[in-house]
């Protein structure tokens, strides 16, 4: 255990994680156009950070599968692809809101309080799996497994939750980018 090591991140961990929400707030208000940056809409990327979502679930699966079995090394590649993955997202998130003017959900009837319960829900846990992912992530590299073992039951169902619910507020939304 190296108490140290993890007491040197955390004062970096509450400034990303308090930074990050309020940087993609204020650039997803930010359209590139109102600046005269011609650039065309990237209509293209929805699908894609979709499906990275969906494969950071399956990672995030995966690597509970692999602490499971013993095999630590492999949990570790497979966590360290997730975080990666969700970093790939959000640059592909706001690059897209900095596009492209904003869907919305055309849905009605029962669907709609899903749908947008789906999203409040998504966009919170968003927020609070900033700080979840990084303390666990920093318990794990400073040798202290139990206090990583103790954390990361809170943060894998919930960063689970932000996946999967990430793939399914697509497909919502999906049928309604272009109209």
Do not use: C
Request: glycine share 6%.
């Amino acid at each position: 255990m190296n108490q140290a090591i993890e007491e040197k991140f955390n004062k970096w961990i509450v400034v990303v994680s308090i930074a990050i929400p309020i940087v993609v707030a204020l650039l997803f208000g930010v359209k590139l156009k109102d600046y005269g940056i011609q650039v065309e809409p990237m209509y293209f990327l929805p699908p894609i950070y979709a499906a990275i979502n969906g494969a950071t679930a399956i990672l995030l699966v995966a690597a509970v599968l692999a602490i499971k079995n013993g095999k630590r090394k492999l949990h570790e590649k497979l966590t360290q692809t997730a975080i990666a993955f969700s970093v790939i997202f959000l640059v592909m998130y706001v690059v897209y809101h900095m596009t492209s003017d904003s869907t919305s959900f055309g849905g009605e009837g029962w669907i709609r309080p899903v749908y947008f319960f789906l999203l409040i829900s998504h966009i919170l846990l968003s927020i609070i799996i900033i700080p979840l992912v990084l303390y666990t992530y920093v318990r794990a590299v400073s040798e202290n497994f139990e206090r990583h073992k103790k954390l990361a039951k809170i943060t894998f169902p919930l960063w689970l939750y932000v996946a999967v619910t990430g793939v399914i507020i697509y497909l919502m939304i999906s049928p309604y980018y272009g109209n």
